[in-house]
């Protein structure tokens, strides 16, 4: 003990003669380890802790697959339902439930919204619609009151409903005397049973972030909402595998559909439902884990290359006291503990950081990342920063230590200056960690590259509308108070009204479905004159609008006219995009043809207009027809507002002229359609922005990579240069030595990249739009700015060289 407590001493007290070295080194393994323990508090948050149920592992996510598609991709239970069938999602899971023997327990959910009104202004809520054993089946019991039962699944029955702690604190203050009391959804009385822990909102059914309220999905409430999405969640027996129970899974499937009874030929894949939640982010997660697992290599090389150069520089010393009989064991031992004292302090300053970090990524994370509210410093990040620690102390010093235990003493003692050829055989080590530091920061910069130049191609995407100064909201009317679709058009009629008149609107319009709405789009079967489509043909998304929509939203008028009030209500005009005419008449002019509509009288094209990106930026268009509000009226009541000014100004007025109308009535999704579609970018954006601060981080480590081997190597041959300059070697050469050397390494590093990088970026593939994983113009650009950046790099230590007195570098020692 005491001979370590010694070496510590001595390690401080040569730390301290250096100090702008180790102020270098302490900053770097503070940036690499603040980097990699901030990125592992999101992955440990959002992928590696247990969710907070009994026995996580055992609950797993039953997915639905087309067993009559090979290499279907996994989909829900089901989407959408012909209007014909009668069948309910959950009979489904009710047939699973029935003949499986690997769960003990099998309950579905869904997600849908509820306008709360009562007790405050009207809100839409997110809402959870689950079966009654589903509480059960996580393993979770309310904070107060009780689940619910068998009982109240059937329809005519009270209507029940827990809410969440959030929403409890939140609109009711806490009210110790929740439970019991009525709640209004919809317009529909529901009395609190209980109230779910705050740890519950880890769970979120599809589509939502928190879940504010939980109902019972009930079969009636099912044959009303046929766009949801059901999902079953089942909880594995004991000793059960997940792959027994999808072996067993597969065998009922094919047993069903064999009976005649499988729902649309659909088999089922069981998912983890830890890994399950993460399914959407897990690659952006990995792709984070990889950038910053390279900004913690490069920061271990700069600092191996660092203390190589710093011992370089102490050899004599350390050859004297390898003379004064210290062993080899002794020095290697002496050398571990100083790197070890700059891992400790930069690991704890590493540590610090990673907490404002991990904040900053926290706070700028798009939604879609599940539980990011549970990122914080616990023991699993310390443990994992300390751990990190102490391997990069070890890493770093490796290098140095290695070359020294095998140098030879008398060599080191007859040196006669800074030249001597064991000095210039520590640079290959130094330079070979250059070489491998450039190509780390390579495959980042591609990383980052390809991220950038599909970013810059998703904001470049024509949605088909001008967003300017248009402002956007849904106003989703309760069935059971707008019941008859006469209502929700009347509805609409008075809310466009009023809204014509207030200050600054310079039209407006009303459309079931708004572009990149998160509502759902209705489709349906047509027919057109002399030509027999096939089933796929004839399936097409029915957008039901009034009069003045197009001029609204600005969606271009390719032929014919729009919608007037004299077409609305007489079922005999429909309005095509370009998408659907080149499908329909290909090469034809598609004016006064004839459209059946769910066999319904023809009606006459009287306009095509320009394809909108409806449901998402990168994707394709598909083939839309438009038809009169008033002849196709839904709940869902999407209002556009043109504005002279900015739309932010119109917000008020409009919700007035909606509690007017109908004070219970609640107005979701409130945006200009800038911010929408701001919103829409925003994930890549922030993978974006997350790759390219790393992969910026890596470059300038790079840069100082490269600028201290060239400047090392001056600083070792500067009496060769001297020698070369008092010869007649003109300042231009020696200059291009030096840099030659520096091209040489960004040469090597830049090779080895782009071998890294193409095996690497295959991950990004599912997150790039418009670019391939081996876009050749950013593996042509980032090499060339590569390279430029190491040349600069080079060209300062070069040109002092070039400035140097060759009498003075001949005295050189």
Not at 196 to 214: G, H, L, N, R, T
């Amino acid at each position: 003990m005491a001979v370590f407590l010694d070496d510590l001493r001595f390690g401080m007290r040569m730390l301290r003669k250096t100090p702008g070295l180790t102020a270098a080194a302490v900053a770097t393994l503070a940036l690499g380890i603040g980097a990699t323990s901030a990125v592992f508090s999101i992955v440990n948050a959002a992928m590696l802790r247990p969710l907070p149920y009994p026995d996580p592992q055992r609950l797993v996510v039953m997915w639905g697959t087309d067993n009559r598609q090979v290499g279907s991709s996994v989909a829900p239970i089901a989407n959408k339902l012909p209007r014909n069938r009668t069948m309910t999602r959950s009979d489904v899971a009710e047939r699973w439930r029935a003949v499986s023997r690997s769960f003990d327990r099998i309950a579905w959910y869904s997600g849908w919204k509820f306008s709360l009104t009562g007790g405050g202004d009207p809100e839409r809520v997110n809402s959870g619609l689950v079966s009654a054993e589903f509480f059960e089946c996580l393993g979770v019991s309310p904070l107060m009151g009780r689940g619910f039962q068998s009982s109240e699944m059937t329809p005519g029955t009270d209507q029940v409903a827990l809410i969440s702690s959030g929403l409890w604190r939140r609109r009711f203050g806490g009210d110790p005397q929740i439970v019991g009391k009525s709640i209004v959804l919809d317009g529909i009385p529901y009395r609190v049973i209980g109230v779910m822990p705050e740890s519950f909102e880890a769970f979120v059914p599809y589509m939502f972030a928190k879940v504010d309220v939980w109902a019972p999905i009930s079969r009636e409430f099912q044959g009303k909402r046929l766009w949801s999405v059901v999902t079953a969640v089942g909880r594995l027996k004991r000793g059960v595998t997940l792959p027994q129970a999808q072996a067993e899974m597969d065998a009922v499937s094919k047993r069903l559909e064999a009976e005649g009874r499988a729902f649309l030929g659909r088999g089922v894949n069981l998912v983890r439902l830890d890994r399950d939640m993460v399914s959407g982010v897990r690659g952006a997660l990995l792709m984070l884990c990889g950038a910053v697992g390279c900004i913690l290599l490069i920061s271990c090389a700069n600092l191996a290359g660092l203390m190589l150069a710093r011992t370089t520089a102490r050899r004599k010393e350390i050859a004297v006291r390898t003379v004064l009989g210290a062993g080899r064991w002794r020095l290697v031992r002496q050398l571990m503990t100083e790197c070890m004292l700059l891992a400790a302090t930069g690991g704890a300053l590493g540590l610090a950081l990673s907490v404002w970090i991990a904040r900053a990524i926290v706070l700028l994370h798009p939604a879609g990342i599940p539980r990011m509210d549970e990122v914080r410093p616990d023991a699993a990040v310390f443990l994992f920063g300390l751990t990190i620690s102490v391997l990069s102390g070890v890493l770093f010093a490796l290098i140095p230590a290695l070359q020294f235990s095998r140098g030879n003493v008398n060599e080191v003692i007859k040196e006669g200056g800074a030249h001597g050829g064991r000095a210039n055989r520590m640079l290959a080590p130094r330079s070979l960690l250059v070489v491998a530091e450039i190509g780390l920061a390579m495959v980042l910069l591609i990383g980052a590259g390809l991220l950038l130049h599909s970013f810059a191609l998703l904001k470049a995407v024509d949605p088909g509308f001008q967003p300017e100064k248009l402002l956007t909201m849904t106003i989703p009317l309760p069935s059971e108070v707008y019941r008859e679709g006469p209502q929700q058009a009347e509805f609409a009629s008075q809310l466009l009204e009023r809204v014509f008149v207030v200050p600054g609107v310079q039209s407006a319009a009303v459309s079931n479905s708004l572009p990149l709405a998160s509502n759902f789009l209705m489709s349906a079967d047509i027919e057109i004159e002399g030509r027999q489509l096939s089933a796929a043909e004839s399936s097409v998304g029915v957008r039901a609008v009034t009069a003045g929509y197009f001029r609204t939203m600005g969606i271009a008028v390719a032929r014919g006219r729009e919608f007037n009030e004299t077409d609305e209500g007489r079922k005999d005009a429909v309005i095509l995009n370009q998408t659907t005419a080149r499908h329909l008449w290909p090469g034809e002019n598609p004016m006064g043809r004839q459209i059946s509509i769910e066999k319904e009288k023809p009606r006459t094209v009287i306009g095509v207009v320009a394809d909108v990106k409806n449901l998402r930026l990168d994707a394709g268009t598909g083939t839309e027809i438009y038809v009169p509000f008033v002849e196709e009226p839904t709940i869902y009541v999407g209002l556009a507002v043109r504005t002279v000014g900015d739309p932010g100004s119109a917000v008020a007025a409009v919700r007035s002229i909606v509690r007017g109308l109908d004070r219970n009535q609640a107005v979701d999704n409130v945006a200009s359609m800038r911010e929408v579609l701001d919103e829409y970018v925003e994930r890549p954006r922030f993978n974006m922005v997350l790759l390219g601060s790393f992969a910026a981080l890596a470059l300038v480590l790079a840069m100082v990579g490269v600028y201290g081997v060239v400047a090392y190597s001056v600083s070792q041959r500067t009496h060769e240069i001297g020698i070369r300059m008092a010869l007649g070697a003109e300042k231009g050469k020696v200059l291009r030595m030096i840099v030659g050397h520096g091209a040489t390494l960004a040469a090597a590093g830049i090779a080895l990249g782009l071998a890294g990088s193409y095996a690497a970026t295959r991950v990004l593939g599912s997150m790039l739009y418009g670019v391939t994983a081996h876009d050749a113009a950013t593996f042509t650009a980032v090499p060339v700015m590569l390279l430029a950046v190491c040349l600069a790099a080079s060209y300062f230590p070069a040109r002092r060289a070039a400035r140097v007195d060759p009498m003075v570098a001949l005295r050189h020692d």
